[in-house]
């Protein structure tokens, strides 16, 4: 399935043990609501489905996080 830059930044900002398992996931809740890619309104919608929606906030103020954006500008 097709990604956006800014969804797979997200992604890359979770704890490298559980990003394949992010990535599946996320994948899988694309599919079953119909998203033929993923955003990051999509990789947000699932980690609020799953609870995780905290945890996603939590890894913007990252240092991994923070290097990002700052490449972003």
Do not use: C, Y
């Amino acid at each position: 399935m097709d990604w956006d830059l800014e969804a797979l930044e997200t992604i890359a900002k979770a704890p490298k043990f559980v990003r394949k398992f992010a990535v599946s996931n996320v994948e899988d809740f694309a599919e079953d609501n119909n998203h033929t890619r993923i955003s990051v309104e999509v990789v947000q919608a699932q980690a609020d489905s799953a609870g995780m929606g905290k945890f996603l906030q939590q890894a913007e103020q990252s240092t991994l996080g923070k290097w990002i954006a700052k490449l972003k500008k």
